[in-house]
């Protein structure tokens, strides 16, 4: 059962059903807000910043799938969890509301006994992406890169039965450990994957604190570079010369584990590799998880189809691995008019960042990795450019430049 105290939002134009389910939600500890119109809904709902939003199908004016668009497009409610409460049974209208942003499905009519457990069910379900550094290449402590954060790349995905995925380990695993020393979790289990050694994504491992703590389980997994292991690589960072801790001193128990392209069931989560277009061995991530999936992409290049190095083939492998993901996470390190002075440094521009992820019908995109060069006011820049090519082109994919310490639920 749910022990903690959520705040509940209901958007129902049928009096009957807000006012039983308001009795339920309260009788089980929570409080709840209720709107009987969808419009009246979307200009409350931002400023009260609800954890779980229920929302009808068939009401006047704006139905509930549209009202879910709408309210998936507020980046303040990125940490709800929107459920639908319908009477409609259809397949349809249950993959349009998955597809509009809904993270659950509830049928009418409302059996009062098991309500709140079928409820319960749904929110426990959920999987959380949260970003502890978005920065490329190096880390900017500068202070006009404080709002978006100045870590280099580091991204976990939070799933049910506390499974925890961690992607790459640039500084943001610093942040990541702190938070976890912070809610005193004892016997941490988690994958590490890393996408290459590149230092920005392996240069804080041996600053993520729950290694060093017994109980603690990890499983470090990468690509291998030619004959180097993923142990050898993250052994080498820690080699003396460069550190003065090594690996020995490590007090939970650590595996590792070398990937190639290919499917791989890591703790009954489908993960999927793809190599990258970037120097030496660089995997891409896909998580296929209970309906939903999140791709990690990179380090990239994605060349105009102008350049010589342009491989249609490769664009149609990409585009195919990340089909219909409800979450792109990728490398837009530069602006459209810097990339020609970057040209085969493994990294890619906006537009084709933008028409990519448009493409293969991304929901949401997360422009990631940016060039330490690039301030806040860049990123911002970075992002306009991004919905307004999106706008022109009639995309329904949702773009994102996310901070330090966002958390999105998918
Ligand atoms: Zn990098
Ligand atoms: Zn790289």
């Not at 929110?123 to 959380?128: A, D, L």
């Not at 003065?244 to 990937?259: C, E, G, H, N, S």
């Not at 190095?309 to 459209?336: G, K, Q, V, W």
């Not at 440094?345 to 995109?365: D, I, K, M, P």
Request: aromatic content about 10%.
């Amino acid at each position: 059962m749910m022990t903690e105290s959520l705040l509940f939002f209901l958007v129902d134009d049928d009096p009957a059903i807000t006012e039983l389910v308001t009795t339920l939600l309260s009788d089980a500890g929570h409080d709840v807000q209720v709107s009987h119109s969808s419009r009246d809904a979307l200009a409350l709902i931002p400023s009260t910043q609800p954890d779980v939003i229920l929302l009808d199908i068939m009401m006047p004016g704006m139905d509930g799938q549209e009202l879910c668009t709408r309210l998936r497009e507020c980046p303040e409610l990125s940490n709800a969890c929107i459920i639908m409460l319908s009477s409609k049974s259809y397949e349809w209208d249950r993959s349009r509301a998955y597809k509009s942003g809904a993270n659950g499905y509830m049928l009418k009519p409302v059996n009062a006994e098991t309500f709140v457990e079928d409820l319960d069910q749904i929110i426990s379900k959920q999987v959380t992406l949260t970003f502890w550094g978005a920065r490329g290449t190096l880390p900017t402590p500068e202070p006009d890169c404080m709002r978006y954060g100045g870590n280099t790349v580091c991204v976990t995905l939070s799933l049910p039965q506390d499974r925890l995925f961690i992607f790459d380990a640039g500084t943001g695993i610093r942040s990541l450990s702190s938070h976890l020393l912070n809610e005193h979790k004892k016997n941490v289990v988690a994958k590490i994957f890393i996408s290459h050694s590149h230092w920005d994504h392996i240069n804080a491992l041996p600053f993520f604190v729950p290694l060093y703590m017994q109980g603690n389980e990890f499983e470090i997994c990468g690509p291998a570079q030619g004959s180097l292991t993923m142990r050898e690589v993250i052994a080498a960072q820690m080699d003396d010369v460069y550190f003065p801790v090594t690996m020995k001193q490590f007090a939970a128990r650590v595996y590792f584990r070398d990937l190639v392209e290919g499917v791989y069931d890591m703790d009954g989560v489908e993960v999927h590799t793809m190599l990258l277009n970037h120097p030496g061995y660089c995997l891409g991530y896909r998580i296929n998880y209970d309906g939903r999936s999140i791709c990690y992409i990179t380090d990239q290049e994605l060349h105009p189809d102008t350049s010589p190095s342009y491989s249609s083939h490769y664009r149609n492998m990409l585009e195919e691995f990340i089909r219909d993901t409800d979450a792109l996470i990728t490398d837009c390190t530069y602006f459209d008019n810097e990339y020609s002075e970057h040209e085969d440094w493994g990294h890619s521009s906006v537009s084709e960042v933008v028409h990519t992820a448009h493409r293969a019908n991304v929901r949401q995109l997360f422009l990631y990795h940016h060039d330490p060069a690039h301030n806040d006011d860049d990123i911002d820049k970075k992002l306009n450019q991004a919905h307004a090519l999106l706008n022109e082109l009639g995309s329904k994919t949702i773009c994102l430049a996310p901070k330090e310490r966002e958390s999105i639920v998918l």
